[in-house]
């Protein structure tokens, strides 16, 4: 990338990293857990916990974290995510998964939810016009086609682990072993960046000239989450298993062809921005794409669902760098930390609440609700979402008039 600066850069490599980590660690989550003993429900509450302690964590970096280097926050990070694979790889007992599930990194979903998210995106609004969809959409892009190979990684590495003599059990433990690894490789990337990163002007701290915008694009975003919170991927698989008695090795597939999917929907992301603009790029995109999930959580046979959930993929990641973007774009430069944060935190806290639900349901029964309830709130939110926002533009147009180039 040779008109990238070097920091943005280094963030897209930490990103295309942590990204093929959380597909491995999203994909093996559910089974690993089961293996242990663990019962539906106790899954649930564990992915709950992954998304809640996500959730505070960028609380605390929405209120303060513009008080400390971008840098110093990503290393601490970077460290977390080293502990939180060496303890999920060593515990095997509820209780003690379920703190180091609170406290560390771990992500249960397709997309960034932790605490890395909203000091990257920052960052990276400061590095060129902050309403460009393009380095959002690279940043996306990069992260959902290394979660999709780390998807179909986690088939693999159990597959290797099994052919050395491995239990599954302890194929599926490896797993864990390598996102710690890559916790490492990213303390050593984010020691690359600038030692002081570039500080936002302006008063620190909480919301000032944009907290009546920013609160209602954040409790939009929250119904939208609260929506997606159904389907996080770890779910997914456990649904797939409990109703057609689908393998790890075969979701795995599944989730690498989604992810490419995904990831190419994306580069569409900013040529539709600049001709309807960010909102009717969100939603246009992903009001067809919940339909899909809706058709999918009622197909009889793994075939159907298995396309319904291809066709939704398709589409429902095209949103993301745009609505990245909106938000960058509509804040003054100095609140975007905060902005960034508090966009994402009621996301978190949303999706935190439905895996409970969803080991409850599952237990009770393996039929589609969770996805037929997934697909429902999301489209309301687009539709609500459309009726606010499809009028309120960026104050500076956004240049988005091709894809990115490398």
């Not at 999920?88 to 007992?93: D, E, H, K, N, W």
């Amino acid at each position: 990338m040779d008109r990238t600066p070097r920091g943005a850069s280094l963030l897209l490599i930490a990103r295309s990293a942590r990204g093929w980590a959380d597909g491995v660690a999203s994909v093996l989550l559910a089974s690993y857990l089961t293996r242990l003993g663990l019962s539906p429900v106790e899954v649930g509450a564990i992915v709950t916990g992954t998304l809640l302690g996500s959730a505070l964590l960028t609380i605390g970096l929405g209120v303060i974290g513009d008080r400390f280097a971008a840098r110093s926050v990503l290393l601490v990070a970077a460290w977390t995510m080293l502990f939180t694979g060496v303890a999920f790889a060593g515990l095997t007992t509820f209780w003690p998964l379920l703190v180091v599930a609170f406290v560390g990194t771990l992500n249960p979903s397709a997309g960034d939810v932790s605490v890395f998210l909203p000091t990257e995106q920052a960052l990276l609004s400061r590095m060129g016009d902050a309403g460009s969809t393009h380095r959002f959409a690279w940043y996306n892009v990069l992260g959902t086609l290394s979660g999709a190979a780390g998807a179909l990684s986690a088939a693999v590495v159990v597959a290797l682990a099994q052919r050395g003599g491995l239990s599954t059990l302890n194929g599926e433990r490896v797993g864990f072993i390598l996102y710690a690894g890559v916790g490492l490789l990213c303390l050593a990337v984010y020691r690359g960046l600038p030692s002081e990163a570039p500080a936002a002007s302006g008063k620190r701290g909480l919301l000032q000239k944009s907290r009546g915008l920013v609160l209602r694009l954040a409790a939009l975003f929250s119904l939208d989450s609260f929506g997606g919170g159904f389907v996080v991927q770890s779910l997914l698989v456990l649904w797939l298993s409990r109703r057609f008695a689908m393998s790890v090795e075969a979701s795995g597939k599944l989730f690498f062809v989604t992810g490419l999917l995904a990831a190419g929907s994306q580069f569409i992301s900013p040529r539709l921005a600049n001709r309807i603009g960010h909102v009717r790029t969100m939603v246009y995109t992903h009001l067809p794409a919940n339909l899909f999930l809706i058709a999918a959580g009622v197909m009889p046979t793994a075939p159907l669902a298995v396309a319904f959930l291809l066709a939704r993929q398709a589409l429902s990641q095209m949103d993301v760098p745009a609505r990245q973007a909106y938000v960058m774009a509509m804040v003054p430069p100095e609140e975007r930390v905060a902005a960034a944060a508090l966009t994402n935190v009621p996301r978190s806290l949303a999706a935190a609440v439905p895996p409970l639900l969803v080991g409850a349901l599952l237990q009770a029964s393996s039929f589609g609700w969770p996805l037929i309830i997934a697909g429902t709130l999301k489209a309301i939110y687009d539709l609500l979402l459309l009726w606010g926002f499809q009028h309120r533009r960026p104050p500076e147009p956004a240049a988005t008039a091709a894809a990115p180039s490398p």
